[in-house]
């Protein structure tokens, strides 16, 4: 098993020992990835919809992401990509930021970053989108 998907898992089990729900979800700041994923939503989710590439084992992908945050994204794709495959998105103007995928269904995945995005390149790639 991957490191990245085996801190997953480790933090998605002390979520679980500690009884944390979706609905003690607080907007707020996060230092680090295990705060973030402890808490579901690290932040404010933006519906977009850019254009994009998502590499799998070498192999690019067109997607369309839907959904995007500091923690990860949402996007619409035609392969399936099983749950824990690592990727690499590529979106227009951005460096390529690696992921991993956390669900999928009938033709959308469901990405986490493997590090948060800097609030900055965020807000920088939203503009971007708006423009």
Not at 5 to 13: E, K, N, S
Not at 42 to 71: E, K, M, Q, W
Request: aromatic fraction near 10%; charge should be neutral; include cysteine.
């Amino acid at each position: 098993m991957n490191p990245a998907m085996r801190d997953f898992l480790t933090v998605h089990r002390v979520r679980r020992e500690r009884g944390l729900r979706s609905s003690a979800v607080q907007a707020m700041p996060f230092q680090n990835y295990e705060s973030a994923v402890l808490e579901d939503r690290c932040g404010a989710r933006f519906r977009v919809a850019i254009s994009a590439l998502l590499d799998h084992n070498d192999d690019p992908y067109p997607v369309f992401v839907t959904d995007l945050s500091v923690a990860g994204f949402a996007a619409e794709i035609a392969v399936e990509l099983p749950v824990g495959a690592l990727c690499l998105l590529r979106l227009p103007n951005s460096v390529a930021m690696l992921s991993f995928v956390v669900w999928a269904d009938a033709g959308t995945v469901g990405c986490s970053f493997n590090r948060l995005l800097d609030p900055e390149t965020l807000q920088r790639l939203l503009k971007w989108w708006r423009d």
